[in-house]
Nanobody, 123 residues
Framework: QVQLAESGGGLVQPGGSLRLSCAASGRTLSSYVIGWFRQAPGKDCEFVAAIARSGYTSYLDSVKGRFTVSRDNALDTVFLQMNSLKPEDTAVYYC?????????????????WGSGTQVTVSS
């Protein structure tokens, strides 16, 4: 089973940018569909984006045009580029791995999860 680790979170002002990374150990990320989720205090875990092995992507409507998910198989890393950040984007962000690009918005079906990285958008 693949082990995942997120990095790149931090504190940023509204309108700023961050790039999150999801790296793997144990198995190569290129074998998996990778999803990004976030959870704000007191709220449910929310789907943000997913990328298939082919590079096909899916996004939460509220992040379309602002966030971009990509994968670099040479680095064995998946990225989430977040631009034009808003205070409502504040959350712990998690990457997760699954084998099929099916119902990617649901947390079920993701067999491996990272421990998360905090993103705080505040002035």
């Amino acid at each position: 089973q693949v082990q995942l680790a997120e990095s790149g979170g931090g504190l940023v002002q509204p309108g700023g940018s961050l790039r999150l990374s999801c790296a793997a150990s144990g198995r190569t990320l290129s074998s998996y569909v990778i999803g990004w989720f976030r959870q704000a205090p007191g709220k449910d875990c929310e789907f943000v984006a997913a990328i298939a092995r082919s590079g096909y992507t899916s996004y939460l409507d509220s992040v379309k045009g602002r966030f971009t998910v990509s994968r670099d198989n040479a680095l064995d890393t998946v990225f989430l580029q977040m631009n034009s950040l808003k205070p409502e984007d504040t959350a712990v962000y998690y990457c997760a791995a699954r084998t099929a690009f099916l119902n990617v918005q649901n947390t079920g079906g993701y067999a491996s999860w990272g421990s998360g990285t905090q993103v705080t958008v505040s002035s």
